[in-house]
């Protein structure tokens, strides 16, 4: 049976989160991406035998200066953003799974400051762009790239139904 792990560390105090709620949904994204035939089959894991593995993902909510931090370090880019992925197992030259039965998917960071800002311009809730920058990482370790508008187009969709999939708001 597969099995995911989550952990999520909040290194922010600009705005209140509900850390299980957070990672409740990440779970919630997880089982919709692997019950979906046309969305794992989309993905880096297409080729692998997925019965009695863990997929785990480390989720970091942190502020805008860690992630303008991060951002300028890996990214050339002296500004804050919304979303970062590092993804260990879509970016790594070995595709094998651990020993234990782990496949590490890699760690989402979100800025929670943007969240909000992004959420209060776009007029919705901070949790609803919170759902939809961890969906939006997720995909992005799970493989998914959008280097031009229309890959962009491509995972805006897949993101939409995900999130409506799961009964979040249709962003």
Partial sequence: MLNFEISLSNNQEVCPVNSREVEHNAGLILEYI?????????SVLRDF????????VDI???????????NSSYRGLDRPTDVMSFA???????KEVLPNGEIALGEV?????????QADD???EFE???DFLLCHGILHLMGYEHPDEES?????????????????QNL
Wanted: a negative charge; zero cysteines.
């Fill in 34 to 42: 692997f019950k979906s035939e046309n969305i794992l089959n989309l």
């Fill in 49 to 56: 035998d997925l019965s009695d593995k863990t997929i785990s």
């Fill in 60 to 70: 970091l909510l942190t502020d805008d200066e860690e992630i303008r931090e991060l």
């Fill in 88 to 94: 260990l197992f879509a970016d790594g030259t070995w």
């Fill in 109 to 117: 960071i979100i800025s929670v400051e943007t969240a909000k800002k």
């Fill in 122 to 124: 776009g007029g919705m």
């Fill in 128 to 130: 609803e762009q919170l």
């Fill in 152 to 168: 962009l187009e491509v995972i805006l969709k897949i993101q939409d139904e995900i999130l409506a999939g799961i009964n979040f």
